[in-house]
């Protein structure tokens, strides 16, 4: 029993369309086939969901699936759980298993909170005991004390959510499947739903977490498995891992941008590379938020451009560009010649929180007004500042001495009616 | 690891998932009397009215009974077949859309399907069982009131058998039937009308025609009528059923509960994607 689960080149496919809702359906869809006209439909209706993906996970360990929708993530928790059954492939799954695959979805509305914690433990497959054993511990978890003994579909929707996910995460399963139910709720909740998941998987527990919020999947996951249309794009670390998906996905949407396909022209500009180097002009791959950084970019041009403007914009790995910086804003164009060149942007900081950044880089042509190259969000740096702050911003401050202020003074008077 | 086998392991997962099928009984039962005056009681009444319409009718409207040999006031013999009926007819209507009303869990979480017919058939028995106590007032009334005598007999220890064969036959067919309903919708539809025409082929509120007409071979044909006619040979006239209909019907009844728990096994990996 060396794993705790392992998905052994699973395939799952599904129909769309073609499933008889009424009896009136299915007579007329079999004197069709009879007819000899739905067998050709019966193939190409065929989807497969998920096909020949392979990973195995070691007991208390914990794997981050992520992926753009409909790469089957949520495919592989039912199929891990045992709601769906596979169509090749096999899958072996070793302990107890608990899915949180929908929060709340044995909820009932006419019951009270209280009832609820009750129902919801036994569809997640706790007994009585236990329930009634860390019903406080759930109650506080879910900080709805006040309304416990109100039925539910009084809940907003967000305290459903809670109410679930604290009975859901009192289960003490061997293995936890958790699919994006930390999105709900409030920052303070999804701090503590995470604070869990982590404690869950300290205590021995393997956890299966599907998300689109790769900064919280870093944190949780020792492992990341990346789907793309149902098959296994990428298997490793969470930090290769989310820069693989990122590359991948943005490059879907970056080719769009500077490729004209209608017209067939060639990108002028190809990005080379960007390397991020430090004052003494060693290259960084995790810098201070304090130090200064420069941020070098070699590009190939493929015809001499008159008016070439640079931006690099960087976003935070979890999600929104923070940062765009253009040479152009600046009033600072090159008269570049073919062939390769190399142009830096100098940074007396980059003066943000711990953390995984990503950088693209976009060539214009300033005096046509295009955009003649670009590049995914690939060029990650790592942020590290030792954990001295917390936040969104690490900027240079300083404090002042200590001084004592004289009473009968207003800030003593003020302190003093506090 | 999953499996879909029928038998032990099928019902050592049944086992371990009991409490939710508590639980999933007991929200059944809390969700049916929310908001109502008279809650639980309602469990009592229905039955209650059912028999005095038919009192009212067969007595005073049409005035049938006078030539039938009930052995017991007619309200009484059609208690005896009101409940039982009602456990079954309200079971099995549980039952039919126990999984499309449970579409939420059915796709969400996994644990044996088999828990959804048969915690709706269980709320069912919890009204099957306060219905039943008030047999025993009404049985008191009618021994003080009326001529009609009651003597407590030894065969009122048969009565859980036959209870037990009705479950059995009742949760086979509302497995069946869940699983009919959950790939055809038509049959919620059908069975409304199909459990109507069933009551009165079922010798519910009249006693079995013993004239060998074609009419009475219908009627004994069906395993319901056998089972209610020994809830009154066992409670009210001291008898034990005897004979092949009754033991015909339970194995009927064991037979539908084996071949739906197996066919409900066999199809239960694909209600999630198909509901």
Avoid at chain 1, 5 to 19: L, N, P, W, Y
Avoid at chain 1, 54 to 59: A, D, K, M, S
Avoid at chain 1, 179 to 189: H, K, N, R, W, Y
Avoid at chain 2, 191 to 201: G, H, K, P, S
Wanted: hydrophobic share 45%; aromatic share 10%.
């Amino acid at each position: 029993m060396a794993v705790a689960v392992r998905f052994d080149h699973v395939s799952k496919k599904f129909r769309t369309g073609e499933i008889h809702d009424s009896l009136r359906d299915l007579v007329s869809f079999q004197l069709r086939r009879l007819l000899g006209k739905g067998a050709a439909q019966e193939s190409a209706s065929t989807f497969w969901a998920l096909r020949d993906v392979f990973f195995e996970v070691e007991p208390g360990k914990s794997l981050g699936i992520i992926g753009p929708n409909g790469a089957g993530k949520s495919t592989a928790l039912k199929l891990l759980s045992g709601i769906l059954r596979c169509d090749g492939g096999r899958i072996e799954v070793n302990g107890r298993l608990a899915a949180l695959i929908e929060v709340g979805a044995g909820m009932h509305g006419d019951l009270t909170g209280m009832e609820n914690i009750y129902l919801n433990g036994a569809v997640m497959g706790m007994t009585r005991r236990e329930i009634r054993q860390k019903l406080d511990d759930i109650i506080a978890f879910s900080g709805l004390e006040r309304f416990i003994d109100t039925p539910v579909k009084r809940y907003s929707t967000g305290m459903q959510a809670r109410l679930g996910f604290a009975t859901a995460a009192h289960v003490s399963p061997d293995i936890l499947l958790v699919d994006e139910v930390l999105s709900v709720g409030d920052a303070a909740f999804r701090h503590r739903c995470e604070q869990r998941m982590t404690e869950l998987v300290r205590g021995g527990t393997t956890l299966i977490f599907v998300t689109h919020n790769l900064e919280q999947m870093r944190r949780v996951c020792d492992q990341t498995l990346v789907l793309d249309h149902g098959k296994r794009a990428f298997f490793g670390t969470p930090e290769t891992a989310v820069e693989h998906y990122l590359s991948a996905t943005m490059n879907v949407q970056g080719t769009v941008g500077y490729t004209d396909h209608q017209s067939g022209h060639q990108a002028v500009a190809d990005v080379l590379g960007l390397d991020y180097l430090r004052g003494d002009g060693q290259t960084a791959v995790c810098v201070d938020p304090l130090e200064p950084v420069q941020a070098s970019v070699k590009l190939r041009l493929h015809e001499p451009v008159e008016s070439l403007a640079v931006t690099i914009n960087i976003r935070h790995m979890g999600g929104e560009l923070f940062l765009s910086m253009g040479s152009q804003s600046q009033g600072v164009t090159y008269s570049a010649p073919a062939g390769v060149c190399e142009v830096s942007l100098n940074l007396p900081a980059l003066p943000v929180a711990s953390g995984t950044y990503l950088a693209q880089v976009r060539v214009w042509d300033m005096r046509k007004s295009v955009l003649i190259g670009e590049t995914p969000y690939k060029f990650s740096i790592q942020v590290e500042d030792g954990g001295k702050t917390t936040g969104m911003l690490a900027l240079p401050h300083g404090w002042s001495d200590l001084r004592p202020v004289e009473s009968g003074m207003r800030g003593a008077v003020v302190a003093g009616a506090a | 690891m999953h499996s879909v086998a029928c038998g032990s392991s099928a019902l050592h997962e049944l086992v371990r998932y009991r409490q939710l099928l508590v639980s999933l009984m007991w929200r059944d039962i809390r969700v049916r009397y929310k908001q109502s005056v008279l809650g639980m009681a309602w469990a009592i009444v229905m039955p209650l009215a059912m028999m005095l319409i038919f009192t009212f009718v067969f007595t005073r409207a049409v005035k049938v009974v006078g030539g039938m040999n009930l052995q017991m006031p007619y309200p009484l013999f059609a208690y005896i077949g009101l409940v039982p009926w009602a456990f079954f007819s309200t079971g099995l209507n549980g039952a039919v859309s126990s999984l499309v009303a449970n579409r939420n869990l059915v796709t969400k979480v996994y644990f044996p399907r088999e828990v959804f017919p048969l915690s709706s058939i269980g709320s069912a028995f919890a009204d099957f069982c306060v219905a039943g106590t008030v047999l025993v007032a009404l049985i008191a009334y009618f021994h003080t009131t009326t001529s009609w005598d009651f003597r407590p007999q030894p065969s009122l220890l048969f009565v859980p058998v036959v209870l037990f064969f009705q479950i059995m036959l009742t949760c086979g067919l509302g497995m069946l039937l869940a699983m009919a309903n959950l790939f055809y919708r038509d049959v919620r539809q059908l069975f409304n009308v199909l459990i109507q025409l069933w009551m009165f082929l079922t010798c519910v509120v009249y006693p079995i025609p013993n004239d060998g007409s074609f009419w009475g071979v219908v009627v004994v044909c069906n395993p319901m009528t056998p089972i209610i006619k020994a809830y009154r040979d066992c409670i009210i006239l001291g008898e034990i059923p005897h004979g092949g209909a009754f033991w015909t019907a339970c194995g009927c009844s064991a037979l539908i509960f084996f071949l739906g728990w197996y066919c409900f096994r066999k199809m239960s990996y694909r209600f999630a994607e198909c509901i």
